[in-house]
């Protein structure tokens, strides 16, 4: 038997449901319907009146999740698309962010996000936040990148006490399978080394994971040794793990499928040019998406973005320097 | 100005079929079956698989309601922002079919260039927006192409429509700009296509007020109800609506009862509805109301139907081929430039 990415993520609210009677899950279409992914599927059937469709109102739908938490639920919103969560920006970043903060009141909500690109999605489909929010305070970021991170994250998210963005990316919800869901293994704010190598390292997340996975794959053929670190969460970002990578390559690729400007490529790339200037033998570099809206037409998209045979280009040229 | 919300739906009655009326009628009609077969033949494309990537959305059974308001607008002085099941209305305020089909073959031919998809494409330079998904989003920028007009002088009796439906209701964004179309009295007909469903959310879960139109009041906007299944009463209220707001009566908003008579996109199939609901007289199909309509008072013979059905056959499957030859996007011939200042493109910092 095996379990998808997407079903880890519905096996997740599963048991967070059952565990915690204080969880509840609101979001468009998420109760009958399953949702638009079919990640609550029968979830709403076998926890009633914990599973609730939403209006269409994001902004309202974020504060009614900060307004339970702060009378102990722990609610999980779902986000039909990533980029509608633009429309309940100001509670995420202002009510949901500041919360603890400011009145030592904590915020345990966890916002699901299905992010990313997939062919034919468009300009507001397809997005990317995990840099928008990383950037205010107050908040965790995390984007797993396996079916086991899929799920042990998302039940970690719900027991921790403060906001989390969970980016869960849509490519990966029916491409990627596990035969099981293993064991628990890291918590939040570690970084796992998905490949170990000693030639160049590339640090990056979610579903560029697999990217580079498969380009690293590419450059063994060549006899070059590429070690990814998958960083799991953005925010906290384990810094450590990432420098003792650069320390054992001396090179590094900083890798995401997000918008070029600032970003968690740039912020990788900040920290280990800044603490870790002396363990690097070639400028860093990064790849990113192109700085423009995310085109809808596949052979823009596949262009758009970076892909296995970019990603080896580029750790070519990183060699080479 | 009216601020009454009409509890009952605006009927149409003999005494309103005057010769313009059937001419406007019959116009509509057209636009209503040339949107339903060329929407048929999208669906059986994104069906056979490769050549659509992405989403099919229909506007079916929605026809009338789309294109009552869209043969109001006079295309190059009115403002018109469409949405997910206006393919009717964008027909009848004069979009080419080419441009539907180039958006969504992804054509570079295409009014979007393969940038964007489907139903997101417009010619803003022509009155005719581009809807971005995020729903609600539309109206304030409907409601900022008049206020700019006004502030130029050349508003003249120019106005401004669009649609949304009973979930896109529920924004934010949707009743700020209602509020703020009002305050500033422009002239906007708002039209709300209550299909019942918002993807799959009945409107029990969607708002609590009686009707829809029961929030005009609370903006200060004319309100009216028309059941959208029948292309007769749409065209009155529309009329109507219109001429209020070219004539200084502010915004309008007029809400149609009919039922979505296809998934929410193509992929859906809509099991959630229930059949009960599909046998409700809100679920007739426009189309056939329309066609019964116009046999039963004469304006058109069962062969001209025929005629024109066929007619309109043709054309969407020459358009269709036409399209199918022209050039998809070459990635190194696109830009990739965000901005319309070339001078302040970044050089892509990567690799
Ligand atoms: C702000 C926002 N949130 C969520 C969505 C996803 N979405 C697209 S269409 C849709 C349902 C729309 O229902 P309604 O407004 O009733 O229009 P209909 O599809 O019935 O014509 C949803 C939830 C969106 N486009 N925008
Ligand atoms: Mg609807």
């Known amino acids: ?321 | 100005m009216c601020l009454v919300a009409l509890a009952s739906p605006i009927n149409c009655v003999e005494t309103d079929l005057t010769a313009d009326f059937r001419d406007q009628f019959l116009l509509c009609y057209q636009h209503m079956l040339l949107a339903r077969v060329l929407e048929e033949k999208l669906g059986s494309l994104y069906r056979a698989g490769g050549r659509i990537v992405g989403g099919v959305y229909l506007g079916k059974g929605q026809e009338a309601f789309s294109a009552a308001l869209g043969v109001q607008l006079r295309k190059g002085k009115d403002i018109y922002g469409p949405l997910i099941r206006d393919q009717a209305g964008r027909i009848a305020f004069g979009e080419p079919i080419l441009d539907c089909v180039r958006t969504y073959l992804g054509a570079v031919t295409g009014p979007m260039r393969g940038r964007d998809g489907n139903i997101h494409r417009g010619r803003p330079k022509e009155g005719l927006l581009a809807m971005i998904s995020h729903l609600g989003s539309l109206l304030s920028v409907v409601a900022g192409g008049l206020f700019a007009r006004r502030l130029a002088g050349t508003l003249g009796d120019s106005i401004g429509a669009t649609s949304i439906g009973d979930g896109g209701t529920s924004t934010g964004a949707f009743h700020e700009a209602l509020n703020m179309a009002a305050v500033e009295k422009l002239p906007i007909v708002v039209s709300v296509a209550n299909n019942q469903y918002a993807y799959s959310t009945p409107n029990t879960r969607q708002y609590a007020c009686e009707n829809l139109v029961d929030r005009a009041v609370g903006y200060g906007v004319s309100g009216m109800v028309v059941d959208a299944t029948d292309l007769a009463s749409c065209l009155k209220a529309f009329r109507a609506a219109v001429a209020q707001a070219r004539s200084g009566g502010g915004p309008q908003m007029i809400v149609g009862t009919l039922l979505r008579l296809a998934g929410h996109g193509e992929h859906d199939d809509a099991s959630y509805i229930p059949d009960q609901k599909r046998r409700d007289p809100s679920a007739r199909d426009c189309l056939q109301v329309a066609e019964d309509f116009a046999r039963d008072h004469g304006w058109m013979s069962s062969a001209e139907l025929r005629d024109f059905n066929e007619e309109v056959r043709r054309t969407v499957d020459l358009t269709i081929s036409k399209v199918s030859k022209e050039p998809t996007p070459d990635p190194f011939k696109e830009k990739w430039q965000a901005l319309s200042c070339a001078d302040l493109v970044e050089g892509q910092h990567e690799a």
């Open chain 1, 1 to 321: 038997m095996s379990i998808t990415y997407l079903e880890a993520i519905r096996e997740a609210q599963y048991e967070a449901l059952r565990h915690d009677p204080s969880v509840f899950l609101y979001g468009q279409d998420i109760a009958t319907f399953g949702g638009a992914f079919k990640a609550t599927k029968n979830l709403s059937k076998e926890f009633p009146n914990r599973v609730f469709d939403a209006p269409i109102s994001e902004d309202a739908m974020v504060g009614m999740a900060i307004g339970a938490a702060v009378e102990g639920a722990r609610p999980i919103i779902e986000m039909q698309f990533a980029d509608f969560s633009s429309v309940g920006f100001n509670q995420i970043v202002n009510q949901a962010a500041t919360l603890y903060w400011r009145t030592n009141v904590p915020c345990p909500i966890t916002i699901r996000m299905p992010s990313g690109g997939t062919a034919g999605s468009g300009p507001f489909h397809s997005q990317s936040m995990e840099a928008i929010y990383s950037h205010y305070p107050g908040l965790v970021i995390v984007a797993p990148a396996t079916v086991e991170d899929a799920y042990w994250m998302l039940l970690d998210s719900v027991k921790l006490n403060d906001p989390v963005i969970y980016c869960e990316h849509k490519f990966l919800y029916y491409h990627l399978k596990a035969e099981q869901i293993g064991d628990r293994e890291l918590p939040i704010g570690k970084a796992r080394i998905a490949r170990p190598g000693r030639h160049a390292t590339i640090v990056t997340y979610s579903a560029m994971v697999h990217e580079a996975l498969r380009a690293a794959e590419e450059l063994q053929l060549d006899g070059y040794q590429i070690e990814v670190v998958d960083l799991r969460s953005v925010k906290p970002m384990d810094t450590d793990t990432i420098l003792a990578s650069v320390a054992r390559t001396g090179r590094l690729l900083a890798l995401g499928e997000a918008f070029p400007w600032g970003g968690v490529t740039a912020e990788v790339i900040a920290r280990v040019t800044s603490e870790g200037f002396h363990l690097l033998d070639a400028p860093p570099m990064r790849l990113n998406s192109k700085d423009t809206p995310i085109p809808y037409h596949p052979n823009l998209w596949k262009s758009h973005r970076p892909t296995t045979s970019t990603i080896a280009a580029a750790l070519r040229r990183l060699l080479r320097y």
